[in-house]
C-alpha cells in the first residue's frame, strides 16, 4: 500500500505502516480506520495517522509513533494514542466547578464551600457598614467570622434587581402599585433595606421570595375591586310600617303595644 508522506520523514519509519496499525488495534480494540499519512517528530522518530473508528470519536485519529536505532533498520512502537484532529468533535473547555455552578445546582447533602480569597465576603472585624449587625455583635462580643463585603453586596443587588422580581418585568409593568407600598411587603434588614424586601402574601406570585421595592403584581394589598359610586346606584324607597308586637308578660294582657315608625 502507497504510503502518503506529509513530511520529510526517516524511510524506515515512514513504510512502517503494518506494525503501526497493529498497535493501534490493539489499544484499540479494532477499531481503527483508514491510514492518514506519517509525520516527522525528529530524525528516525515518525507518527502514523489512523481514522478513529471509536464511536462518539469523529474525527479523531489514532497517533502511532515509531522510531528506530542508528544504523538499525529495526522499526519499533513507541506510543500509541488517541487525538483529536481538525475536525473533531470536542468537549467544552474544561472549567473549575467553581466557575461551571449554576444557580440551582446545589442539591440535598451537597457542599458549597467560599473560597478564602472571596471577594465578596470581608473579615467581620472590616466593617461593613450594616449598623444593625455592628451595634449587636459590639454590644455582645459576638458576631460572624465573615460578612458582606460591598462587592458582594452590589452583585447581589445587581442580580434580585435585573431578575424576576425586578422593575424591568412584564409583572411589575401591568401591577396596579409597587411592592414597597403594599402591606404584604416585609422590608430585608442593613444595607438593602432600602431597595429589597420579601413578599408574605400567599397568593402572590413571589411569595416567601426577595422582591425589589418597584416590583409589583396584582395581589398588592390596596388592589381592591372598585366599588361602584353611590351616585350610580339605583334608588331605594323605603315605605312606612306599623309593626304590633306583643307586650311583655305583666299581667296585663288587655293593653296592646302599638309602635309606629317611618
Given at each position: ?6 513530511s520529510?520523514?526517516d524511510a524506515?519509519?515512514?513504510?512502517a505502516?503494518?506494525p ?5 488495534e490493539?489499544?484499540a ?7 492518514l499519512?506519517v509525520e516527522?517528530?525528529d ?5 502514523h495517522?489512523?481514522d478513529s ?17 542508528s544504523?538499525s533498520?529495526a522499526v ?5 494514542v488517541?487525538?483529536p484532529?481538525p475536525?473533531?468533535?470536542?468537549p ?7 466557575e461551571r455552578?449554576q444557580?440551582?445546582d446545589?442539591?440535598?447533602g451537597d457542599?458549597l ?16 457598614t450594616d449598623s ?10 459576638l458576631g460572624r467570622e465573615?460578612?458582606m ?5 452590589d452583585?447581589t443587588a445587581?442580580?434580585?434587581w ?12 401591568h401591577a396596579p402599585a409597587h411592592?414597597?407600598s403594599c402591606g404584604?411587603?416585609?422590608p430585608?434588614?442593613g444595607?438593602l433595606?432600602a ?9 402572590a406570585p413571589?411569595?416567601?421570595?426577595v ?5 409589583g ?9 372598585e ?8 334608588d ?6 306599623t ?5 311583655p308578660?305583666?299581667g296585663d294582657?288587655s293593653?296592646?303595644?302599638d309602635?309606629g315608625?317611618?
Open positions: 500500500m502507497p504510503v502518503r508522506v506529509l520529510a520523514v524506515a519509519c515512514a513504510a505502516v503494518e503501526a496499525r497493529a498497535a493501534a490493539a489499544e480494540g479494532g477499531a481503527v480506520g483508514e491510514h499519512g516527522a517528530d530524525q528516525r522518530l515518525a507518527t495517522l489512523f473508528a471509536v464511536p462518539g470519536y469523529r474525527g479523531w485519529r489514532w497517533a502511532v509513533t515509531v522510531t528506530r536505532a544504523r533498520k519499533t512502537v513507541d506510543e500509541v488517541l487525538l484532529g475536525d473533531a468533535l470536542r467544552p473547555e474544561w472549567l473549575p466547578w467553581s455552578l444557580p440551582g446545589l442539591g440535598v457542599l464551600p467560599t473560597a478564602p480569597d472571596d471577594e465578596r465576603l470581608v473579615p467581620a472585624y472590616v466593617q461593613s444593625m449587625v455592628e451595634e449587636v455583635a459590639t454590644e455582645i462580643g465573615r460578612v463585603s460591598v462587592v458582594g453586596r452583585d445587581d442580580r434580585w435585573s431578575g424576576e422580581t425586578g422593575p424591568q418585568t412584564a409583572m411589575a409593568a411592592c414597597g404584604f411587603y416585609l430585608v434588614a444595607a433595606r431597595a429589597f424586601g420579601v413578599c408574605g402574601n400567599e397568593f413571589s411569595d416567601g421570595r422582591v425589589a421595592t418597584a416590583f403584581c396584582g395581589a398588592h394589598s390596596e388592589a381592591l375591586v366599588a361602584t359610586p353611590i351616585s350610580a346606584r339605583p331605594v324607597v323605603y315605605d312606612d310600617a309593626f304590633e308586637l306583643d307586650p308578660d305583666d294582657s293593653e296592646d303595644a309602635l315608625h317611618s
